[in-house]
């Protein structure tokens, strides 16, 4: 047997690298008819804001090349309607670690909602979201001005002693310079990347197809850029780096983890198959074998050079 | 006890119904579970370089003793025609069944309901039909296509219960939209419900008649989607309480007071 398990401080241990993506997997609940949810390293849930967003307005959705553009823009019912309706469902998943993806508007905003997840016994972390390209006011903002990125990450270690994630948008010219900020302000660890700034034109009507004109790019073909950026950040700071961006098989989660990543997220491949995380937990253990490595610990960040 | 399942079925039919739509039959491996008029499918699209996502594609019909599934499909894009050359014997995944079906309780729609279809949105309506019939209710049908070529499946309502059609080039049936036929005029109220499923305009069209003689009235919306089952909140659409609502999870059936149109 392999070992699996990552580490990636202040109390948040994995038993496998594998997480699902904000956004991408509901609250876990809607998956439990297609994998077994707990089996997975983590759960990262849907978006969480201080209060109820509707999200924006219908189409919400691109599909392109390998790929789609979403602009879902935080539909939630809010940080207290989590706590009270859907955190008590979460307590089954017992092996698997329930993260909350945290999002804001305002500094007040993501430390009111951080206070909040914090009290909750079971959730051992969040992940700051500093880079949500759907919504008007703040979201991606933050993540895109280091100044701006170490302020809300202050803020929020100040009120939130657990596992503290920040996870980055690609939307930046240096994404070093903001995880460095993120990890100067006393993030735990840094998730990369969000979604990609894109668009989609219905060219039999010459209008947006989607109503918010712009969105975010996610699926298999983001996943060489996200790549790139995993490594450039790995290579920057000290604190752990969990890799998304694109990941449909093990094979590309195996990219990410020689690449530097300590674990790894799945996102859009959800959405066509509900069972690729275990199957890239499988592979990554056959992987593994099949290389006479006994801990996963000897392939992260093992890129020759 | 699993709501929901994936399931590789076998095609054991597939053959064109006119120049854009054709039917798709589906083996279950085992014995299929049960799935509920106006309940649809996922279907996972052959590795391609031009289509991704899955594709919701509503249940046509469902043979409990063959165990297969029918679908009817339309090439709307790439996806779709896509997934028109697959070939008797090849294996598709399937996530079914979700979403709510048709509420066919003769206690709330009564026992004369009028089922509209338009275009290729006659596809749930067919097994709604069958189960309306088989439990003794005396449903209608009213079939809306451009031209005769795309009225699609119009036998096989017949054979079930009365049948009738307009097509907007007057090819077949009464000339004009399904509006324009006495069933949703002068005989509309010999219905004690309305259920239909086609176009937006379509749907809106008849949910207003719906509204203004005061008959209940079930629209099956076919919004675009990711995932299929409430995580990625793409298919949302605005209903009355003033919220954005998941087709997937919370319709595709919904009645039609509570759709802002």
Same mark, same amino acid.
């Given at each position: 047997?392999?070992?699996?398990?990552?580490?990636?401080?202040?109390?948040?241990?994995?038993?496998?690298?594998?997480?699902?993506?904000?956004?991408?997997?509901?609250?876990?609940?809607?998956?439990?008819?297609?994998?077994?949810?707990?089996?997975?390293?983590?759960?990262?849930?849907?978006?969480?804001?201080?209060?109820?967003?509707?999200?924006?307005?219908?189409?919400?959705?691109?599909?392109?090349?390998?790929?789609?553009?979403?602009?879902?823009?935080?539909?939630?019912?809010?940080?207290?309607?989590?706590?009270?309706?859907?955190?008590?469902?979460?307590?089954?998943?017992?092996?698997?670690?329930?993260?909350?993806?945290?999002?804001?508007?305002?500094?007040?905003?993501?430390?009111?909602?951080?206070?909040?997840?914090?009290?909750?016994?079971?959730?051992?972390?969040?992940?700051?979201?500093?880079?949500?390209?759907?919504?008007?006011?703040?979201?991606?903002?933050?993540?895109?001005?280091p100044?701006?990125a170490g302020?809300?990450v202050e803020?929020?270690r100040?009120?939130?002693?657990?596992?503290?994630?920040?996870?980055?948008?690609?939307?930046?010219?240096?994404?070093?310079?903001?995880a460095k900020a993120a990890e100067n302000a006393g993030a735990?660890?840094?998730?990369?990347?969000?979604?990609?700034?894109?668009?989609?034109?219905?060219?039999?009507?010459?209008?947006?197809?989607?109503?918010?004109?712009?969105?975010?790019?996610?699926?298999?073909?983001?996943?060489?850029?996200?790549?790139?950026?995993?490594?450039?950040?790995?290579?920057?700071v000290k604190i752990?780096?969990?890799?998304?961006?694109?990941?449909?098989?093990?094979?590309?989660?195996?990219?990410?983890?020689?690449?530097?990543?300590?674990?790894?997220?799945?996102?859009?491949?959800?959405?066509?198959?509900?069972?690729?995380?275990?199957?890239?937990?499988?592979?990554?253990?056959?992987?593994?074998?099949?290389?006479?490595?006994?801990?996963?610990?000897?392939?992260?960040?093992?890129?020759?050079? | 006890?699993?709501?929901?399942?994936?399931?590789?079925?076998?095609?054991?039919?597939?053959?064109?119904?006119?120049?854009?739509?054709?039917?798709?039959?589906?083996?279950?491996?085992?014995?299929?579970?049960?799935?509920?008029?106006?309940?649809?499918?996922?279907?996972?699209?052959?590795?391609?370089?031009?289509?991704?996502?899955?594709?919701?594609?509503? $249940?046509?019909?469902?043979?409990?003793?063959? !165990?297969?599934? =029918? @679908?009817?499909?339309? #090439?709307? +894009?790439?996806?779709?025609? %896509?997934?028109?050359?697959?070939?008797?014997?090849?294996? $598709?995944?399937?996530?079914?069944?979700?979403? !709510?079906?048709? =509420? @066919?309780?003769?206690? #709330?729609? +009564?026992?004369?309901?009028? %089922?509209?279809?338009?275009?290729?949105?006659?596809?749930?309506?067919?097994?709604?039909?069958?189960?309306?019939?088989?439990?003794?209710?005396?449903?209608?049908?009213?079939?809306?296509?451009?031209?005769?070529?795309?009225?699609?499946?119009?036998?096989?309502?017949?054979?079930?219960?009365?049948?009738?059609?307009?097509?907007?080039?007057?090819?077949?049936?009464?000339?004009?939209?399904?509006?324009?036929?006495?069933?949703?005029?002068?005989?509309?109220?010999?219905?004690?419900?309305?259920?239909?499923?086609?176009?937006?305009?379509?749907?809106?069209?008849?949910?207003?008649?719906?509204?203004?003689?005061?008959?209940?009235?079930?629209?099956?919306?076919?919004?675009?989607?990711?995932?299929?089952?409430?995580?990625?909140?793409?298919?949302?659409?605005?209903?009355?309480?003033?919220?954005?609502?998941?087709?997937?999870?919370?319709?595709?059936?919904?009645?039609?007071?509570?759709?802002?149109?």
């Amino acid at each position: 047997m392999v070992n699996l398990s990552v580490n990636l401080g202040n109390n948040l241990e994995l038993n496998n690298p594998v997480m699902t993506a904000s956004g991408t997997f509901g609250y876990g609940l809607e998956y439990d008819d297609f994998t077994d949810v707990d089996r997975l390293g983590g759960i990262i849930v849907k978006g969480t804001t201080l209060n109820l967003r509707e999200g924006n307005a219908y189409p919400r959705l691109a599909e392109t090349r390998q790929g789609m553009i979403n602009a879902v823009g935080l539909q939630n019912k809010g940080v207290d309607h989590f706590c009270k309706t859907i955190y008590p469902q979460l307590l089954k998943y017992t092996k698997t670690k329930v993260i909350v993806n945290v999002s804001g508007s305002s500094i007040e905003d993501y430390v009111a909602c951080a206070e909040r997840v914090a009290a909750l016994d079971h959730i051992p972390a969040i992940e700051l979201n500093i880079s949500c390209p759907n919504v008007k006011q703040g979201g991606m903002s933050f993540g895109t001005n280091p100044d701006m990125a170490g302020k809300v990450v202050e803020a929020v270690r100040k009120v939130y002693p657990k596992h503290l994630i920040v996870k980055l948008t690609p939307n930046v010219t240096s994404v070093v310079d903001i995880a460095k900020a993120a990890e100067n302000a006393g993030a735990d660890s840094v998730s990369l990347v969000n979604t990609f700034l894109s668009m989609a034109i219905d060219i039999k009507t010459r209008k947006p197809v989607l109503s918010t004109i712009t969105g975010g790019m996610s699926g298999a073909a983001i996943k060489p850029i996200a790549l790139r950026m995993v490594w450039q950040v790995a290579n920057a700071v000290k604190i752990p780096v969990i890799g998304l961006g694109g990941i449909s098989s093990a094979e590309d989660a195996i990219e990410f983890i020689i690449a530097g990543a300590t674990a790894i997220e799945i996102g859009t491949a959800n959405f066509i198959n509900p069972n690729i995380g275990n199957e890239v937990v499988d592979g990554i253990a056959a992987y593994l074998q099949a290389n006479n490595m006994k801990d996963i610990s000897e392939l992260r960040g093992s890129l020759i050079l | 006890m699993h709501k929901h399942h994936s399931t590789d079925f076998t095609v054991v039919d597939i053959h064109s119904l006119n120049q854009s739509c054709y039917q798709m039959v589906l083996k279950h491996p085992d014995t299929l579970p049960k799935v509920s008029p106006g309940q649809f499918v996922q279907v996972q699209l052959p590795d391609s370089a031009t289509s991704y996502l899955r594709r919701p594609i509503s $249940i046509h019909d469902a043979d409990f003793e063959a !165990n297969t599934l =029918t @679908l009817l499909i339309r #090439k709307a +894009g790439k996806g779709t025609e %896509l997934l028109s050359h697959v070939k008797e014997g090849e294996k $598709i995944n399937l996530l079914y069944p979700l979403g !709510n079906g048709f =509420t @066919l309780d003769q206690a #709330k729609i +009564g026992n004369a309901p009028l %089922l509209i279809g338009g275009g290729v949105g006659i596809a749930p309506l067919y097994m709604a039909a069958k189960a309306l019939k088989e439990a003794g209710a005396n449903p209608t049908v009213l079939l809306g296509a451009r031209n005769e070529s795309d009225l699609l499946k119009k036998e096989a309502f017949a054979a079930i219960t009365e049948t009738q059609c307009t097509t907007e080039d007057g090819t077949y049936g009464t000339k004009g939209f399904v509006t324009d036929h006495a069933n949703m005029k002068e005989n509309i109220h010999q219905y004690t419900s309305i259920i239909v499923c086609g176009p937006m305009p379509m749907m809106r069209a008849i949910a207003r008649v719906a509204e203004a003689e005061n008959i209940p009235c079930q629209v099956s919306l076919e919004n675009k989607m990711a995932c299929g089952i409430g995580a990625c909140l793409c298919c949302v659409t605005e209903t009355t309480d003033g919220h954005n609502t998941c087709v997937c999870t919370q319709g595709p059936v919904f009645d039609s007071k509570n759709v802002k149109w």
